[in-house]
């Protein structure tokens, strides 16, 4: 070993000599490891061992601390970056509720993150939990888990009992209907113009004279599912002519579906599920297409609850002996009527053909922008404001017919040597003033180059805020003027950065008890933003505003604190008798303090035992100071008892 | 009673010299200080509403910057709406203007790169109208300028405060003419005396360097309250039953 030259275990020149032989130890032992691995993967999930049972030692054992995954409306794991997401959870993760896949698709940083992946790679059956009542149900499972006999609607304390590791996850039905419309949206812009979403987990569309730009109806739907598997969702596809028969066939009639696997309806562990290979049903991959006038007999096979019918009507049909939609379409009409009501005959007429049923089909929406174009080039200010004068208007007719309020305006004016000029305005509050968008744009006019000329001036709307109609003010008392105008205009001159407002944080630390607002945010403080739940709702103390004149504050802050020199104070809590501050001595004659700050060790761990005794102090010219010690002045890991000044008293 | 008569009619010659003056307009929107000592000596009867006023620190010293600071946090308080306070650098300390009575929900800061900046956004606040006070910090603004904030300011009701804080090569700010109609300068002053240990009501010295109309004075003030408010001293208001109270407790340790 060279002497004095910082051995370390696996340094490069303490194994040189001794490298093949390694190489080989480490092939075997891959080799093993890969067999082992092959075999535990073919056992089912529920018998795998856990790997401390594999007596492998890099896997410490279960520390009973240990957080554990997020089971019950925690926020999950801690924050991991989007890009380390997965793409695709593995040939295991299909089906999984739909939340799941977009989530991980979408790279959107709201994901509480996969479940910490495993050496071996192995997927852990997944479910999400949904709150029902008092207790916590499972909402959807991963085909693993249902393999295990999960199923959803039991109950997450017996699931957990029943399957250890479970990887347990939020539900989130609100962000899984939103994606739900993205998706019909993308699908009326690409498939139908009709596309409409029927429930939580399904879209109707009426691909009447579309499926033949396509390539028909079966290329269609091969499509459409692949398209939604390379986003990551496994979708089942029917084609009937009716949307009731296409709903029933979607959920209960497609290829593969194991009982129980059905999304929502399909009651837990019921099997049983009778064989429909009715007449003339074409199967794909999830697709079924059922030919024209035949959805008759495609459906009769399938169970009640293809029809879309209410859980009770269903239970009490099936308490009759009634089980499939052929026996209920063979009972007489009017004994039903008057048992179940108008519902169950207007479902089973809807699926039938009978009663028609209307779509509410997802409109696209638009941008909205106005274009003007111009026989000859223009290329003077004038000219553009002249017709800045009739674009203005018209974008403002638009936005009022889409129901919008613009917050950022583009205007492009488009060169005859094809360099387009590009102007961007930024509003602070949704706004159909026309006189205002003018003002503003025309201001800025000066800022357009026309070259040779400008073939067409065009107003985008680049980002548009729900505006509804607005009431003519009336003038009868005189009110203060709306600052949004003000706001937009320096905003445009000096940039949105550099317009602010200052808003109270709950932080003793004087440098974060303030923090920056946008200039139009709504004022309230910190405390009312805070959470139901949160913990320091339940101070019952006096609501004291967070910057109190009881603590008095400089009105100047230097920008960072400034050290101190030859400060004279007696320990522990005295203030400075004199300190020397940018070459200057001044003498105290008056002094306040200390006020301790202590450090905020949930943000830091080196603020943990950290203290700052602030004191307010006066020279004999009069002039006030706010000087902080680092340190109580007794416990040395507090501070190292530097001075330090921090701002200045009026 | 002779008094009251005086004094209502120096307030007819003063109004009758401003219908000279041809303003155009014969009331003006006032922000009175509510301190008597100090509004009687101001011609207008208080900081004139549309119009602008200089304010500079007694000293480059931090503590007298921060002194008119105050003052102008003080006066924006007192007014009634919006206020729109134009920085150079971003170290002002809002809890201690909240401290002063100026609330963080009424005050928009802006910051500008240069001192044109600063006086080009401060009249766009001014002619929105919509603004209780627009304040500035600038190091040199030239006649023009501070005649168009002038001009700006008139006809409305928002208050436009200039601080001309001290130029690196030194010189008094408040030298430069400028159309402002009065110009302050404040310096902090030694807080009153308390019987214990401790420091006192903050004290300023309060300087009317110029005013259009009337004469300049020097005084000594107690710093704003939490509304913003100056108060005359209790030594000055009550000289008699202050004084041997500070006689007994003069302070402490001066040491």
């Not at chain 2, 030298?175 to 006192?200: M, N, Q």
């Amino acid at each position: 070993m060279p002497r004095g030259s910082g051995w370390r275990p696996g340094a490069k020149w303490a194994r040189a000599d001794d490298r093949a032989p390694v190489t080989e130890h480490l092939e075997t032992a891959r080799q093993r490891k890969a067999k082992v691995a092959a075999e535990i993967a073919a056992l089912p999930a529920h018998q795998r061992p856990a790997l401390r049972d594999l007596g492998r030692r890099s896997e410490a054992a279960a520390m009973p601390f240990r957080a554990m995954p997020p089971d019950e409306a925690t926020g999950g794991q801690p924050f991991r970056p989007a890009g380390s997401l997965p793409k695709s959870l593995g040939p295991s993760a299909n089906g999984l509720p739909r939340r799941r896949e977009s989530r991980a698709t979408g790279d959107s940083v709201r994901d509480s993150g996969p479940p910490p992946a495993r050496e071996t790679g192995e997927a852990l059956p997944l479910v999400t939990s949904l709150k029902h009542g008092s207790r916590l149900v499972i909402a959807a499972a991963c085909p693993a888990a249902r393999a295990l006999g999960l199923a959803p609607g039991m109950a997450i304390t017996q699931a957990r009992a029943l399957v250890p590791g479970l990887d347990i996850r939020d539900a989130d039905p609100a962000g899984d209907a939103a994606d739900l419309l993205r998706l019909a949206t993308a699908a009326a812009r690409r498939w139908t113009p009709i596309a409409a979403v029927s429930d939580a987990d399904g879209l109707l569309l009426d691909i009447t004279g579309t499926a033949h730009l396509f390539g028909g109806e079966a290329a269609m739907a091969r499509r459409i599912v692949r398209l939604l598997a390379r986003l990551g969702f496994t979708a089942h596809v029917a084609i009937a002519d009716t949307p009731g028969a296409a709903w029933a066939i979607s959920r209960f009639g497609t290829q593969g579906r194991r009982p129980g696997a059905g999304r929502g309806r399909c009651a837990p562990g019921r099997d049983g599920r009778p064989k429909h290979s009715g007449p003339g049903l074409r199967r794909g991959d999830g697709v079924v297409i059922v030919p024209p006038g035949e959805h008759a007999a495609a459906i009769a096979p399938l169970p009640l609850a293809a029809l879309r019918l209410d859980p009770a009507a269903i239970d009490a049909l099936v308490h009759l002996g009634v089980e499939t939609v052929g026996q209920l379409t063979a009972l007489p009409r009017a004994p039903l009527a008057r048992r179940f009501g108008d519902a169950l005959l207007t479902r089973l007429d809807q699926a039938h053909g009978r009663v028609a049923e209307p779509l509410d089909p997802v409109v696209p929406p638009e941008p909205i922008a106005v274009v003007q174009r111009f026989a000859e080039p223009i290329a003077t200010a004038e000219a553009i404001e002249h017709w800045l004068d009739t674009l203005v208007p018209r974008l403002v007719t638009a936005l009022a017919q889409a129901g919008k309020g613009a917050r950022m305006l583009e205007l492009v004016a488009d060169r005859i040597d094809g360099v387009p000029q590009r102007l961007r305005i930024g509003l602070a509050r949704p706004s159909r003033d026309a006189a205002h968008m003018l003002r503003l744009i025309t201001r800025r006019i000066a800022e357009i180059a026309p070259g040779y000329g400008i073939d067409s001036l065009a107003l985008h709307v680049r980002r548009a805020d729900p505006l509804g109609a607005q009431p003519f003010e009336e003038r009868l008392e005189e009110r203060a003027a709306d600052i949004a105008p003000l706001v937009d205009m320096l905003a445009n001159r000096i940039g949105d950065a550099r317009l602010w407002r200052m808003r109270p944080v709950e932080s003793d630390v004087p440098e974060r008890s303030l923090e920056p607002a946008a200039p139009l945010a709504d004022a309230a403080r910190a405390i009312d933003r805070l959470k139901p739940d949160d913990v320091r709702r339940l101070d019952r103390g006096v609501d004291l505003h967070p910057w109190h004149p009881r603590w008095p504050r400089p009105a100047r802050l230097l920008r960072r604190p400034e050290p101190l020199d030859h400060v004279i104070a007696e320990l522990p809590d005295q203030p400075p008798r004199r300190f020397t501050w940018r070459g200057q001595t001044h003498r105290v004659v008056r002094a306040d303090g200390p006020e301790r700050i202590l450090g905020e060790w949930w943000r830091r761990a080196i603020e943990a035992d950290s203290v700052r005794d602030y004191f307010r102090v006066e020279d004999e010219a009069g002039h006030r100071f706010w000087l902080f010690r680092r340190g109580d002045g007794e416990r040395p890991e507090t501070g190292d008892l530097a001075w330090f000044i921090h701002g200045a008293f009026g | 009673m002779s008094r009251i008569v005086s004094s209502a009619t120096i307030a007819e010659l003063r109004e009758s010299l401003r219908a000279i003056q041809g303003d155009g307009f014969k009331r003006r929107p006032v922000l009175p200080f509510g301190v008597a000592a100090l509004d009687e000596r101001i011609a207008s009867g208080g900081l004139r509403l549309d119009s602008l006023h200089e304010i500079a620190a007694a000293s480059p010293d931090p503590s007298d910057d921060a002194a008119a600071t105050l003052f102008m946090a003080g006066a924006a308080a007192r007014a009634w709406g919006p206020v729109l306070w134009v920085v150079r650098r971003r170290d002002l300390f809002a809890p201690g203007l909240y401290q002063a009575g100026l609330d963080p929900e009424r005050v928009l800061y802006a910051e500008a790169a240069d001192d044109a900046e600063v006086l080009a956004l401060m009249e766009e606040g001014l002619r929105h109208r919509g603004l209780g006070a627009v304040i500035g910090e600038v190091k040199r603004a030239a006649m023009p300028n501070t005649r168009r904030l002038q001009l700006a300011a008139e006809g409305g009701k928002t208050i436009a405060l200039l601080l001309k804080r001290h130029a690196r090569e030194g010189g008094n700010p408040l030298h430069v003419p400028s159309a402002a109609i009065t110009r302050w300068r404040i310096g902090s002053a030694p807080s009153e005396p308390l019987p214990v240990e401790g420091v006192g009501r903050a004290c300023w010295h309060v300087a009317l360097v110029r005013q259009r109309g009337g004469e300049p004075f020097e005084t000594i003030m107690e710093a704003c309250d939490e509304t913003g408010r100056l108060a005359l001293p209790a030594r000055l208001a009550d000289r008699a039953a202050a004084a041997d109270g500070a006689d007994r407790y003069s302070y402490v340790d001066a040491a």
